[in-house]
């Protein structure tokens, strides 16, 4: 039998079609797939407006990425683009089964090692233990801080937030089979409805992933329904993205408190959700159950994997007492790839199963 080419190449595909090369990580299960070559160009002024653009006109990008036959109703990607930012290293649109999301912390967990990594940042200076990495994310610009040795990453990152919010607490509102339920609505980078899994008949750490993630696509759907969600900044971010159960073990502990995220069209997510934490925590910093610099541990029910965080320090937003969040998780990588299309191929822009 023949021996395989020493040199990889492309399958046979569509010459007017770019591959698209990606890297895969994943922060504590949840994967990101990172877009290297092979996007066309995303216009726009500013890195909102370059998530318009691409929204409108590059979503067969997203889709390919995403969907099957190349992805899965629950992965999660990133296209790094220029920032009009002079303090960002990058700007990032991230990508997800519905469309696109405002922040993303496992994201950026990830997008530190791969930004240094793959030199988007300049080198630390010799005998650098942490590396700064700056990314424009759409809720504004976050700084992640890389464990390094000899200028490459290893060990955990860290990241600043965007200022963090409780938006209402206590709201009651009405879910469907599940009757008036009392729901926190909060921001870490990203709008979340929080409410104890307990409170919908459920148990966080035991139930069905399939139960708990139709329990909390209903409060999404509910709270959609009956509140509005209001942004200081931009109508941009002025959405809920998903609805995170929790085992309503908000007051401090030194013991992980476990939660599980459902969001974007019911995609779960593997990790502890790093912008749900931060916003997770400026909840329970708003209600007086967290100082400043209290770390707490947050655990995926889905995976057992762990994120910290800890409110750094107060700020002003808009006309919200916010806080700054660091979240700390370990981020991994898993390989390569090179998607290709051919032209006859009816399921080129991929395809999802409900």
Not at 4 to 17: E, G, N, Q
Not at 28 to 39: F, K, N, S, T, Y
Not at 254 to 265: G, K, M, S
Request: hydrophobic letters at 40%; proline letters at 7%; a negative charge.
């Amino acid at each position: 039998m023949a021996s395989p080419p020493a040199v990889p190449r492309l399958p046979p595909h569509d010459p007017r079609t770019p591959a698209l090369s990606v890297v895969d990580m994943h922060t504590g299960g949840e994967p990101l797939r990172i877009v290297l070559a092979g996007c066309p160009e995303v216009v726009g002024p500013t890195l909102l407006a370059k998530q318009r653009y691409m929204r409108q006109h590059l979503d067969h990008v997203r889709r390919r990425l995403m969907f099957e036959p190349r992805g899965h109703r629950d992965m999660y990607g990133a296209v790094l683009v220029p920032s009009e930012l002079p303090d960002a290293h990058l700007g990032v649109l991230f990508l997800h089964n519905e469309g696109y999301s405002s922040m993303c912390g496992h994201a950026v967990l990830a997008l530190g090692r791969f930004a240094l990594d793959f030199g988007l940042v300049p080198a630390p200076p010799a005998g650098a233990r942490e590396a700064l990495v700056n990314i424009h994310c759409p809720c504004g610009l976050v700084a992640a801080f890389v464990e390094c040795e000899g200028g490459r990453s290893g060990g955990p990152v860290r990241f600043h937030s965007v200022p963090a919010f409780a938006l209402a607490t206590d709201l009651l509102v009405d879910v469907p089979g599940h009757g008036k339920v009392v729901v926190d609505i909060a921001y870490g980078g990203a709008f979340y409805a929080f409410v104890s899994a307990e409170k919908l008949g459920l148990d966080v750490c035991s139930t069905k992933t399939r139960d708990l993630m139709d329990a909390a696509s209903a409060v999404t759907e509910a709270v959609k329904a009956q509140f509005k969600i209001n942004h200081p900044d931009s109508e941009d971010l002025a959405f809920l993205y998903g609805t995170i159960l929790t085992d309503g073990k908000d007051a401090y502990s030194e013991e992980p408190t476990t939660n599980i995220c459902v969001f974007a069209d019911e995609q779960v997510d593997r990790s502890p959700t790093g912008s749900g934490v931060t916003a997770r925590i400026a909840l329970q910093y708003h209600k007086g159950l967290l100082e400043l610099n209290q770390t707490r541990a947050f655990k995926s029910s889905a995976t057992g994997s762990v994120f910290t965080g800890k409110a750094v320090r107060e700020v002003k937003y808009g006309d919200f007492k916010a806080v700054i969040v660091e979240v700390s998780g370990q981020a991994h990588y898993t390989g390569t790839a090179s998607f290709i299309v051919e032209d006859d191929d009816p399921l080129r822009d991929g395809f999802l199963l409900k």
